[in-house]
Each structure stands twice: as structure tokens, then as C-alpha cells.
């Protein structure tokens, strides 16, 4: 076994590395996840995750957790209407769209993200997860790294996987190709107390999720769990525009809301005039679809860290779970005569898959920020529902 008498460090307890570490240990090897999050009650920031049969729920079925994710997942929040910038709705599928319909390739079962990193968490053995650990440096030791962390610890690996997302402090290790902007941003924030708060919108949203198309932007709406409300407003700007804005600042951001959306109607101010400060700005980068690199035998890298894409297809989960499921699949062959081998094989794979879902995800982006974005979102729903 290629693993045997080897330790493995992922860096990042997101969903991507809690999966690896998960289907690592049912193999028998021996895992650390260092996290820099606090400890396992941190607030997990964002909206909520759609998982896909092909690789986000295959991953899961796995790591023989698909029974807790069913416990856990939110059935009907996949549920949605499309609506113009008046908010008048032009597509639903509330009334004919079953609640549950795992193992149809179209079923895309939406879930919290707290609620699915508890599941992974929880699956793991005692300690796995070595809390507080914010990556800083890493320089080669005998055969494999010795990390440093913020809190003044260090730790050796013989094998490291970075799942440490967008801003990957691990990614540079491995290769100097960096992300470029997609040419679109967008801006994030939270409701509570929806019903009470931004009524006509909560309204509209029946649990499910509002998205809106008007004058090349589009403006996301989704409930979670606890019963607050998110939302997502993204649109084609110059990429040092927004950089500037005093996220905390509410009469900034209303007046930046009022003036890029003054063709949309004033309900939707609402939204900007309940959301909690600061909202979460996020300028979209992708990485290049021909990046390539040499392999090492101790490094590589999954999910945002090794191919960041746009959110427009949904894939940025599914590709990083479906990662940890191959890269568990590659280390556990014993096919391979050594580990550098087995990465390669990996690497040249998920760059291949993960370039497809990037080029969907950015002629997805072009598309829905479009002047014809509602024309061309409610073709593509109503062909998919028939």
C-alpha cells in the first residue's frame, strides 16, 4: 500500500478535505486535518450547497454517509422561480417537482453549509481535525514537510494535500499559474428574521430560492436552515470597482445597491436596507483552463486550491468532493509503484474534468449576465423540465 507507515496532512477542514479525510481513514491511513478555524462551532459563512449524482452525493455514498445527508438535507429548497427585475415571475416549478428523487441525474438536493460539515466531522475519528492551525510555511523535511502554523505549532507529514481554497497558501508550492479575473463580481449578504424584515420578499421565496434577471445583473435569493435568508447579487464590473467600498458602511451600500440597480424596482431595497453589516464582497476569478504542472510524490492539491471556477454551474463543491474521491482512489492503487505516480495520474484527470466544468461555469456567467439573460435562463429551465 502506498500510504503504509506514511502520515498525510490536509490543509483546510472545508468540504473537500473533511470528504478525503473521511475516505481516507476507511482505507487505513493515517490523517490530520489541520483547520484554522477556532474550534468545530465556528460559523460556516455562505449560502447553501446543491449537491450532483455524479460527484458531489457519489462521493458521499462513498463514505457511506448518504443516509446522514438525507437526514440533513432540506427537501424542497431546490425549488425555485425566475423573475425580471419587477419581480414579476415568468417560471416555477413549486407545484410539479418532487420533494426527493435521489438517483436522477437532474436531483440536485440542497443542504447548509453547517449542517454538511457536522455530518463530515462527525464521521471522522477523534482528533483528526487539529483546530486553530492557520497554514503559514511548510519547507522539506526527510522525505516529506514540515508545516508551521500561526499558533506556533509545527507538524510533519510525509504526504500534504492543500484544500485550503481560493487563496490557497499550499497552491504555491506546487505551481506559479494564477487565477484571472472572470470579469464579474459580486456581493453577499444576510437577513434574519425574514417574515418580519423583508415580508414581500419572503413571500415570493416560499423556502425556496428567487432568481432574478434584469439589465445584465442577476440578484439570488435562498432560504437556509435556521431561517435566515442570503443573497447573492452579481454583475459584469471593472475588477478594482467595488474594492474600495466600506463593506460596514449601510449608506454606501445602499447608495452603490440604488444607483447599479435603478432600472430594478424598490422592493428589492428591502433586502439591502435589512441585510446584517458588513456584506461579503466577491470579485469571481477563475483559474486558466490549460494550467499544468509537474507532479511531486508529496504535494497536491483539490478543490478551489487546485482549479477555482465561477459559482455558474454549481460544480466549486461537487468538483472538490468528487476530488477527494478520486485522489483517495489514486493513493489506494496499488497499481501504482509510488506515490509521485499515483498524483500525477490524479492531477492530469482533475485538470481535464475540472476544465469543463470551467468553461460551463464562465459561458454560464457570460449568459446569465447578459441583456438577454432571462430569455436565455428560461429557455434552458423549461427544455430541462420537459
Not at 113 to 137: H, Y
Amino acid at each position: 500500500m502506498l500510504l503504509q507507515n506514511k502520515t498525510i496532512a490536509i490543509v483546510g477542514g472545508g468540504p473537500g478535505g473533511l470528504t478525503l479525510a473521511r475516505l481516507l481513514q476507511l482505507k487505513g491511513a493515517t490523517v490530520k486535518v489541520y483547520e484554522r478555524d477556532l474550534n468545530k462551532d465556528a460559523r460556516v459563512q455562505g449560502t447553501t450547497l446543491d449537491l450532483h449524482e455524479e460527484s458531489g452525493l457519489k462521493a458521499l455514498r462513498q463514505a457511506h454517509l448518504l443516509d446522514a445527508f438525507k437526514e440533513n438535507y432540506r427537501p424542497g429548497a431546490d425549488r425555485m422561480i425566475i423573475v425580471n427585475e419587477n419581480a414579476e415571475i415568468f417560471f416555477s416549478d413549486h407545484e410539479g417537482k418532487p420533494e426527493e428523487d435521489f438517483g436522477n441525474e437532474h436531483f440536485r438536493p440542497e443542504i447548509d453549509r453547517g449542517p454538511l460539515r457536522k455530518i463530515l466531522l462527525e464521521s471522522l475519528q477523534p482528533d483528526t481535525v487539529v483546530w486553530d492551525s492557520q497554514f503559514v510555511v511548510m519547507e522539506k523535511q526527510n522525505e516529506g514537510w514540515l508545516l508551521h502554523f500561526k499558533n506556533g505549532t509545527s507538524a510533519y507529514a510525509d504526504i500534504v494535500i492543500g484544500a485550503d481554497g481560493a487563496n490557497s497558501k499550499i497552491r504555491p508550492y506546487i505551481t506559479d499559474i494564477r487565477a484571472f479575473y472572470s470579469g464579474i463580481s459580486g456581493l453577499m449578504g444576510t437577513v434574519y428574521n425574514p417574515e418580519i424584515a423583508v415580508p414581500n420578499i419572503h413571500k415570493l421565496l416560499k423556502d425556496g430560492k428567487i432568481m432574478a434577471f434584469g439589465g445584465g445583473k442577476n440578484l439570488t435569493v435562498a432560504t437556509k436552515g435556521d431561517g435566515s435568508m442570503a443573497f447573492y447579487l452579481s454583475y459584469k464590473v471593472e475588477e478594482s470597482r467595488l474594492k474600495n467600498l466600506d463593506l460596514a458602511d449601510k449608506s454606501q451600500m445602499l447608495s452603490l445597491f440604488k444607483n447599479d440597480l435603478a432600472e430594478w424596482d424598490t422592493m428589492w431595497h428591502e433586502l439591502f436596507e435589512n441585510a446584517e453589516m458588513p456584506f461579503m464582497l466577491f470579485p469571481i476569478y477563475c483559474m486558466p483552463l490549460n494550467q499544468t504542472w509537474t507532479a511531486l510524490q508529496n504535494l497536491t492539491m483539490l478543490g478551489d486550491a487546485a482549479h477555482l471556477m465561477p459559482p455558474f454551474a454549481g460544480e466549486g463543491v461537487n468538483m472538490a468532493m468528487l476530488d477527494a474521491l478520486e485522489l483517495s482512489d489514486y493513493l489506494c492503487n496499488e497499481n501504482f509503484n509510488d506515490t509521485q505516480t499515483a498524483i500525477a495520474s490524479y492531477e492530469k484527470q482533475m485538470r481535464e474534468r475540472a476544465a469543463v466544468a470551467a468553461y460551463e461555469s464562465l459561458e454560464n456567467g457570460d449568459k446569465m449576465h447578459s441583456k438577454d439573460a432571462l430569455q436565455i435562463m428560461l429557455s434552458f429551465f423549461n427544455e430541462h423540465r420537459n
